[in-house]
């Protein structure tokens, strides 16, 4: 590995993808450099057992009207669909009638429209003290805060929240999103499985020091995960002691999934859906034959997924497999097999899914990104301050830190 690079792109997720793509094109001589033996980071399809891929991480593409990939992805010859997303209705109306899912409905939009409003205030709060209180459908909503937020209402900032800004169009990837983000990368210019630990900037140059032996550099875009920064899994030499602490303000919460295959599915709906219960909040929510395949896609969040991903492997997959069978009922449960559960906390290049802000530290994200000495620069989907969260707000990131840096360097 050559010892020196005008630019190092720290971290090959899709944030990295994009400034390391913006700084090849200017013929920057840049490399990135990424902890995994492969690119994407949080978004990855991998093909199960059963032979059709699934994504491990990022699935929808969020905001698809507005989103910078859509057309990339479609232009590199992947498959967009653009069937609506699954989660509006509880199939069979399982366990869960016409009139309950209108009344959690309405719930649901009461809560959104306080929590905008809350936000107009300016001051920033816990988004759980705008529940209604004791409010029959709480539990649920808060369910879904843990999908949504990685986190339940109560950790999650009321101004971060309604700073998010989403179009309502979502679509999907029948290749898998991960395989299409990866599949942008500049692949000649990745170095995996060489980890940085430690960036020092107190000489002329930058010097990383990296599982392959020391490099230098001009400039820098740190790329990683916010825990990496929060938890000294990557360190600065001085310290910094403001990206540490504004990393910290903004966790990733945790999503998880888990992929479970179906006999004989004719019986259940195409691009169904169910809730495991409407009355709690550690519960997952199953999409039902995605694309058509014959599998349930499940996604749980928040603390119900720390919880069972710390109880071991295979216990998120029996949670599943027993609420499915009590909705469903045993000749369903019978045919269900186990092809694949994700641990995204215990994942050491993420410790988590996606970036919420706790209350009071909406600041952070700005924090964040801001670079420091004209020559480190930072990107990830926790500097975007209206798609934090997703592949479409660690994209621009990247491509806004690397136009930084051609400007630097100029
Ligand atoms: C279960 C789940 C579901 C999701 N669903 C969606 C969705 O439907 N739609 C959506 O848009 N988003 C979704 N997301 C979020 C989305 O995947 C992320 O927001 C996005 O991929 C983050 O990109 P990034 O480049 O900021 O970070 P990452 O993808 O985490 O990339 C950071 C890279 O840095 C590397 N790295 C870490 N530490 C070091 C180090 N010290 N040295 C070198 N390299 C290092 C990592 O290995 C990684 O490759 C989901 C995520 C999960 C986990």
Same mark, same amino acid.
């Given at each position: 590995m050559r010892d020196h690079?005008?630019?190092?792109?720290?971290?090959?997720?899709?944030?990295?993808?994009?400034?390391?793509?913006? #700084?090849?094109?200017?013929?920057?001589?840049?490399?990135? #450099?990424e902890a995994r033996d492969r690119v994407g980071g949080r978004a990855h399809t991998i093909t199960t057992a059963a032979g059709f891929p699934v994504d491990c991480g990022?699935?929808?593409?969020?905001?698809?009207?507005?989103?910078?990939?859509?057309?990339?992805?479609?232009?590199?010859?992947?498959?967009?669909?653009?069937?609506?997303?699954?989660?509006?209705?509880?199939?069979?109306?399982?366990?869960?009638?016409?009139?309950e899912q209108r009344a959690y409905r309405a719930a649901f939009n009461a809560l959104d429209e306080r929590l905008t409003a809350a936000a107009k205030t300016g001051v920033d709060r816990p988004?759980?003290?705008?529940?209604?209180?004791?409010?029959?459908?709480?539990?649920? #909503?808060?369910?879904?805060?843990?999908?949504y937020n990685g986190a339940e209402f109560e950790a999650v900032s009321v101004l971060d929240y309604a700073a998010y800004e989403d179009s309502g169009v979502n679509w999907r990837v029948r290749e898998g999103y991960g395989a299409a983000v990866a599949?942008?990368?500049?692949?000649?210019?990745?170095? /995996?499985?060489?980890?940085?630990? /430690?960036?020092?900037?107190?000489?002329?140059?930058?010097?990383?020091? /990296?599982?392959?032996?020391?490099?230098?550099?001009?400039?820098?875009?740190?790329c990683v995960p916010t825990p990496? #920064?929060?938890k000294g899994g990557l360190t600065f030499s001085p310290g910094l002691p403001d990206k540490a602490q504004a990393a910290a303000g903004l966790p990733l919460g945790l999503a998880d999934k888990v992929f479970i295959g179906l006999d004989a599915p004719d019986d259940l709906p195409?691009?169904?859906?169910?809730?495991?219960?409407?009355?709690?909040?550690?519960?997952?929510?199953?999409?039902?034959?995605?694309?058509?395949?014959?599998?349930?896609?499940?996604?749980?969040?928040?603390?119900?997924?720390?919880d069972l991903e710390a109880a071991g492997a295979g216990a998120m997959a029996d949670f599943c497999l027993q609420e499915l069978g009590e909705l469903l009922g045993s000749d369903v449960g019978r045919r269900l097999h186990v092809l694949g559960e994700t641990h995204w906390a215990a994942d050491p290049w993420a410790l988590g899914?996606?970036?919420?802000?706790?209350?009071?530290?909406?600041?952070?994200?700005?924090?964040?990104?801001?670079?420091?000495?004209?020559?480190?620069?930072?990107?990830?989907?926790?500097?975007?301050?209206?798609?934090?969260? /997703?592949?479409?707000?660690?994209?621009?990131?990247?491509?806004?830190?690397?136009?930084?840096?051609?400007?630097?360097?100029?």
């Open positions: 690079f005008d630019v190092v792109v720290v971290g090959a997720g899709a944030a990295g993808i994009a400034a390391l793509r913006r #700084l090849t094109a200017a013929g920057v001589d840049a490399v990135a #450099l990022a699935g929808w593409v969020h905001s698809a009207d507005e989103n910078p990939l859509a057309g990339p992805i479609a232009a590199a010859g992947f498959t967009l669909d653009r069937s609506p997303p699954h989660w509006m209705k509880q199939a069979f109306n399982r366990d869960f009638s016409e009139a988004a759980s003290d705008f529940f209604e209180p004791n409010g029959r459908w709480n539990p649920l #909503l808060d369910a879904f805060s843990s999908y599949s942008f990368a500049a692949l000649d210019h990745v170095i /995996t499985g060489c980890p940085v630990t /430690t960036i020092h900037h107190d000489g002329a140059e930058l010097t990383l020091d /990296t599982g392959k032996g020391r490099i230098t550099a001009r400039a820098v875009i740190v990496a #920064l929060a195409l691009e169904g859906h169910l809730f495991g219960h409407k009355d709690r909040t550690a519960t997952a929510s199953y999409h039902l034959r995605p694309f058509g395949r014959p599998y349930i896609e499940a996604f749980l969040g928040g603390a119900c997924a720390r899914s996606y970036s919420h802000a706790l209350p009071g530290h909406m600041g952070d994200r700005a924090v964040l990104a801001a670079p420091v000495e004209d020559r480190i620069f930072f990107a990830g989907e926790a500097t975007h301050a209206t798609f934090y969260s /997703t592949v479409h707000g660690a994209w621009p990131s990247g491509e806004r830190a690397a136009d930084e840096v051609l400007a630097a360097l100029a």
